[in-house]
């Protein structure tokens, strides 16, 4: 997929600590389509690559929007945005991609935490009222972002933390037929709460990696070693206990994707040509690991001795 150069047209402060990115074509080009859900391939002008919701309108194809939670304890993607990303900086994208899909169901409900509400913000307009509920917690109403494009959508309830505490999720799961469809995004504790409250169809994003001992925790410490052989690039290459196989595949293919190693973004999945991976990822759904066809490289392994990549 080519990477785009679009250009900051404005920049805006959402919330506190959120600032919202309006990008653009510079030659004033219809930017690729999208459907909620969707997140671009972000990289920043230091070359970082990170991943971010796209939270606007998908019939306007003028411009991206994003909004970017400054994380001052993270890998530095955000605070990078938050103080030297500014209108007419051109940034490099690739995408729309999109692993969260908005569903047919005969009824929706969403649960966002924090800036976990940018991907579901497109998801609410698209539906019509009556339709769908959202229930969005934050730490404050000041610190929660699009409250205003919200508060005038029937169907929305706000919860800020400081002033009237944590969602009710036995409330909001309690009673719904099993046939909603429950989207939630937001911090690893709140997917966690809805995970162990409701039974049907839930359909997650993370924007981080599980906490150690659950899914994508796998990493290459305590693992046997197996070969992997690149097909395409006719290579056979051995996978050591305590080495990841993304870092042995980029010993041969310097410039092959990634971004997270963290099993949640996507960016390095890969064709499963023969073999049984081992997957520790949080982006594939239970019958995409079953079916063995592709994996995330940078957390996944081998089940046995020998496994072929198309790559």
């Known amino acids: 997929m ?4 679009l250009t900051v047209r404005s920049v805006v402060r959402e919330a ?10 510079p030659a004033g080009a219809a930017l690729p389509p999208w459907e909620p859900g969707a997140h671009l391939e972000v990289t920043l002008p230091s070359g970082a690559v990170r991943h971010y919701s796209l939270c606007g309108d998908p019939a306007d194809r003028s411009t991206y929007r994003l909004g970017v939670l400054r994380e001052p304890a993270g890998r530095g993607g955000s605070e990078e945005v938050h103080t030297s990303v500014g209108e007419g900086t051109v940034l490099g994208v690739r995408g729309p991609f999109n692993r969260f899909p908005l569903v047919p169901a005969e009824r929706h409900l969403f649960i966002a935490g924090g800036i976990g509400i940018t991907p579901l913000l497109p998801m609410v307009r698209s539906l019509p009222p009556g339709s769908w509920s959202l229930l969005y917690g934050g730490r404050s109403l000041a610190a ?23 969602p ?16 939630c995004c937001g911090p690893e504790g709140l997917l966690r709460a809805v995970e162990e ?9 993370r924007f981080g990696a599980p906490p150690a001992g659950q899914e994508s925790s796998g990493g290459a ?18 996978v050591e206990p305590g080495r990841t196989l993304l870092d042995a595949v980029r010993e041969v293919l310097p410039g092959v994707a990634y971004s997270c ?9 890969t064709k499963v040509l023969a073999g049984t991976p081992e997957h520790h990822d949080s982006v594939l759904g239970e019958e995409e690991k079953a079916s063995g066809t592709t994996m995330m490289i940078c957390v ?11 790559l």
């Not at 506190?16 to 074509?25: I, K, M, P, S």
Request: a negative charge; charged letters at 25%.
């Open 144 to 166: 929660m972002a699009y409250r205003d494009e919200l508060a005038a959508l029937p169907g929305v309830t706000l919860v800020p933390q400081d002033t009237a505490g944590l």
């Open 261 to 269: 190693e963290e099993g949640w973004c996507g960016t390095c999945e």
């Open 168 to 183: 009710d999720l036995d409330a909001a799961l309690g009673g719904l037929p099993a046939s909603t469809a429950v989207y």
């Open 300 to 310: 996944g392994r081998s089940r046995g001795a020998r496994l072929t990549l198309d």
């Open 197 to 205: 409250r409701w039974p049907g169809p839930l359909h997650t994003e």
């Open 16 to 25: 506190e600590g959120v600032l919202g990115l309006l990008l653009a074509d």
């Open 221 to 238: 410490e305590g693992f046997d070693g197996f070969d992997v052989e690149l097909r395409r690039s006719g290579r056979t290459l051995r």
């Open 2 to 5: 080519t990477t785009l150069r």
